[in-house]
């Protein structure tokens, strides 16, 4: 299973995606931003966290329009699995690859610290590793964090079963308290709380490992 | 040429920037202040010399980049 990780200027979770992916049995190639092209045969585009372009106009904008953004969108329009983590779930907004956007957190505080989830839906190759309803904690470290779509939107995601993960208790001002969504062929995720930084004993918490693993477990059987 | 855009959060998006803007108001003594809302200007100097081929063009970069019509409304003011 090929994985690529694409990389910003200003991406900073670059690396422990990777670590994290390849943990989890996949190969995994680098992706730089100007690239026009992902690596050839690439099940799966990881987007990680940070704060490509310094997060200049809107969080994720321009990335979501540089090179490798248009071949992520193409890769997704031909049906391939994406994975946006933080940064990576704004990009994925901007490019129109998932409804909604990511605001400032209601408190206007940036958030640093674990937090407590809910799986909403096991219906996806990210999540069918977890129980329904499963609790799960994952770091959260973000500043613009806060989903908001408007009423039909979320009727829409509510019905497909597309939220992915909530959060368990209210933490940035999140409609619905919607932590993660899923694209409507289910092949695309976005989320902001950080799986890869809970895929390691060392990391104080390995509930991530579940949604690496079964994913690369998913394409490879593919 | 000149365009001047303005973005805004939608009527019904939740402004927490202009609801902080407008408790520090109150706090420094303004009052009668009811409402806040921040967003941003972008000025762009356009070298099209046709004004109507000018408001096409921004209009297509608000679409595309300036506002995240998501969230934003723009207003376009060409001088």
Request: with cysteine; net charge negative.
């Amino acid at each position: 299973m090929k994985a690529a990780v694409v990389v910003f200027p200003g991406s900073n979770c670059d690396r422990d995606l990777a670590v994290a992916l390849r943990n989890a049995g996949a190969e995994v190639t680098m992706a730089w931003h100007k690239d026009d092209a992902l690596p050839p045969g690439t099940d799966l585009v990881a987007v990680p966290g940070g704060f490509s372009f310094g997060d200049y106009l809107r969080c994720g904008a321009i990335a979501a329009r540089s090179p490798i953004g248009t071949a992520v969108q193409a890769h997704a329009r031909r049906g391939g699995y994406v994975l946006g983590v933080c940064n990576g779930f704004q990009v994925l907004t901007e490019m129109g690859l998932l409804p909604g956007a990511l605001m400032r957190n209601a408190g206007l505080k940036f958030i640093c610290r674990e937090a407590a989830l809910r799986v909403a839906t096991t219906n996806s190759a990210f999540t069918e590793g977890y129980e329904a309803g499963q609790e799960v904690r994952f770091p959260v470290a973000h500043h613009d964090g806060n989903y908001f779509a408007d009423d039909e939107t979320l009727a829409r995601l509510r019905d497909e079963d597309r939220v992915a993960f909530t959060y368990a208790s209210s933490l940035n001002g999140s409609v619905e308290d919607i932590a993660g969504v899923l694209s409507a062929n289910r092949r695309v995720l976005g989320l902001m709380p950080h799986p890869e930084r809970a895929a390691d004993p060392g990391h104080g918490g390995t509930d991530g490992l579940a949604l690496f693993r079964g994913l690369v477990g998913q394409l490879a059987a593919a | 040429m000149k365009a001047t855009v303005t973005v805004m959060l939608k009527n019904g998006v939740l402004d927490p920037q202009g609801e902080a803007v407008r408790r520090a108001l109150g706090s420094l003594g303004f009052e009668g202040v009811h409402g806040v809302r921040q967003g941003k200007v972008i000025e762009l100097d356009l070298t099209a010399a046709d004004r109507a081929a000018a408001e096409t063009e921004v209009r297509a970069m608000c679409e595309k980049l300036l506002a995240n019509t998501v969230i934003e409304s723009y207003r376009i003011e060409i001088a």
